[in-house]
């Protein structure tokens, strides 16, 4: 009798140990994401300051996220890497959209198909990837080494408010240079996606054309570049978050960026996901010119 009343008061007592353990995972939980919200509250409040005191190290900041700085500097940074990008994605839209569409044999539509996917979908996804791997990789890597040093500290003793000058910038700049690396990936985007179905498997340009324009919607442009710079301040934010907080030496820098990466891919996600619904619900709101 005593050994069962053993085994059901250890069985017990680990069963509370696990609810505790629980319930102390969702308390840390629920206190990472209260101190988010503060630090992107603060952040965004601060812009006007970065403005206002610290315009030299925004425009510096506008720089090195378009241009890139150091070696990334020789390959034209950002710009390039996400017209690359994006120059890839719209092969591929094509050659998969013309492939698709022949099989049903109406591969004419295939310009129709790159106006609708290039725009909605293809580009800015595919940029937000390119900038959270480059513009906001780089952010919490230079953040958190400042954190890992003491800069950010000294910045502090010195009088000098760190969160608008440090992260507030860096928004800002995020925002700033997303509109023309977003306007190269678009560009390159249409080019590839013409180019591999005129060259590659032959259509008439003429064809391809008539069927880009007429259903090529400009108010789908405008409404994919605020999407863009949404993309730019929420991966902005949660970079500069990572990289400002970051703790635990070099290893903790790397972790830190590692974590600030899923978080703004999932983010760019989600952005791309909730515009969608808002501008186009579920309709489609397709745009015939001729």
């Known amino acids: 009798m005593m050994t069962i009343a053993s085994?059901?008061?250890?069985?017990?007592?680990?069963?509370?140990?696990?609810?505790?353990?629980?319930?102390?995972?969702?308390?840390?939980?629920?206190?990472?994401?209260?101190?988010?919200?503060?630090?992107?509250?603060?952040?965004?409040?601060?812009?006007?300051?970065a403005i206002k005191h610290f315009p030299r190290e925004t425009l510096r900041c506008v720089a090195e996220v378009a241009l890139g700085s150091g070696a990334l500097a020789l390959i034209g940074g950002t710009v390039?890497?996400?017209?690359?990008?994006?120059?890839?994605?719209?092969?591929?839209?094509?050659?998969?959209?013309?492939?698709?569409?022949?099989?049903?044999?109406?591969?004419?539509?295939?310009?129709?198909?790159?106006?609708?996917?290039?725009?909605?979908?293809?580009?800015?996804?595919?940029?937000?990837?390119?900038?959270a791997a480059t513009i906001g990789a780089g952010a919490t890597a230079q953040l958190g080494a400042m954190r890992i040093s003491e800069e950010i500290d000294?910045?502090?003793?010195?009088?000098?408010?760190?969160?608008?000058?440090?992260?507030?910038?860096?928004?800002?700049?995020?925002?700033?240079?997303?509109?023309p690396v977003y306007g190269v990936a678009v560009v390159a985007s249409f080019i590839a996606s013409r180019t591999i179905t005129i060259v590659v498997w032959g259509q008439s340009g003429g064809v391809y054309d008539h069927y880009f324009t007429s259903f090529l919607n400009?108010?789908?442009?405008?409404?994919?570049?605020?999407?863009?710079?949404?993309?730019?301040?929420?991966?902005m934010l949660i970079h500069t978050y990572f990289g400002y907080n970051a703790s635990g030496g070099p290893a903790g820098v790397g972790e830190a960026v590692g974590r600030a990466v899923r978080a703004s891919l999932a983010a760019v996600v989600f952005v791309t996901l909730a515009v969608s619904l808002a501008v186009y619900g579920v309709s489609g709101n397709f745009n015939f010119a001729g």
């Open 7 to 49: 085994r059901r008061s250890g069985a017990m007592d680990r069963i509370r140990l696990k609810t505790a353990a629980r319930a102390k995972s969702s308390k840390k939980s629920l206190d990472e994401i209260g101190r988010q919200a503060i630090f992107y509250r603060d952040a965004m409040l601060d812009i006007p300051i």
């Open 80 to 131: 390039v890497i996400c017209g690359f990008l994006t120059l890839s994605a719209g092969a591929v839209v094509a050659l998969q959209g013309y492939a698709t569409l022949g099989d049903i044999g109406v591969e004419a539509l295939t310009g129709f198909f790159a106006a609708y996917v290039n725009v909605r979908i293809a580009a800015p996804v595919i940029a937000g990837v390119g900038l």
């Open 154 to 179: 000294a910045l502090e003793v010195i009088g000098v408010r760190s969160v608008p000058y440090l992260a507030s910038t860096r928004i800002v700049a995020g925002m700033i240079a997303i509109i």
């Open 218 to 235: 400009p108010t789908d442009l405008l409404w994919s570049f605020l999407q863009a710079i949404l993309m730019g301040l929420v991966v």
